[in-house]
């Protein structure tokens, strides 16, 4: 075990697969005591298991982030538990549907807005009041995209959400850094999860050509999101606050 993150409690949404559950490993490793937030139960328990079996400290809750209450819940349960919230790294999202803005349905566009930007919001706004009311210094890790800085087509909920994440993000961090509390984000290009595999219909041919269009010539691993991540989260970062770190492989310099 390392000692990075020694002794912190960590929440991290959507901890049951992708980013969010390469992360979850990794913190724990790191010496974060882990709190696996994910709306699928199976899912967020692998994980816990897994950081256990590795002699790690893991607690699932079941969370859905676009409902209040179960926003509460999460915080309340994480603080009893553990006593305190010291990082959280809100990396759960949906990805939608894929169509021209005149074919999108209303209730696509509220379903995409509802987890990641709402839900976004709601984390920040509990977790943010949490370290608060514990009047000691915190840090929060928001999860955008590439999409959000430079548009894709047929992905109007998905980008419109991811760049909300991102003002909600500079505006978070301007208001709280004087509080104790820094607030950044990551933008990842295409990462080889599960939710990539669905979206390619795990078509090798499409996978390349994917890979073919990052300049570093191959998709990024979860593994990779989570150690920019487990940085931003650290106090080797101390300085960083309201940035948003790209992590694309050379797409937005093309």
Known sequence: MADLLKDKIVIITGGGSGIGKASSILFAKEGAKVVVANRRVEKGEETVKIIK???????????????????ENLINKTVKHYGRLDIAFNCGGIDGAKKPIIDFEEQEWDEVIDVNLKGTFL????????????????VILNMASIN???????????????????????TAS????????RINAIAPAAVKTD???KYTNEDIELQKKYAESHPIGRICEPEEVAEAALWLCSDKSSFVVGHILVIDGGVTIV
Do not use: H, W
């Open 195 to 197: 939710l990539f595999d």
């Open 174 to 181: 301007i208001e709280y850094i004087r509080k104790g509390i």
């Open 148 to 170: 959000g800085i430079i548009g894709r087509p047929n992905r109007c909920a998905y980008n419109s959400s991811r760049s909300g994440v991102i003002g909600l993000t500079k």
């Open 123 to 138: 984390l920040l706004k509990y977790e943010i009041k949490q370290m608060l009311k514990q009047n000691t210094e915190g």
């Open 53 to 71: 079996e590795n002699g790690g400290d893991a607690l699932f809750i079941q969370t859905d982030v676009s409902k209040k209450e179960d926003i």
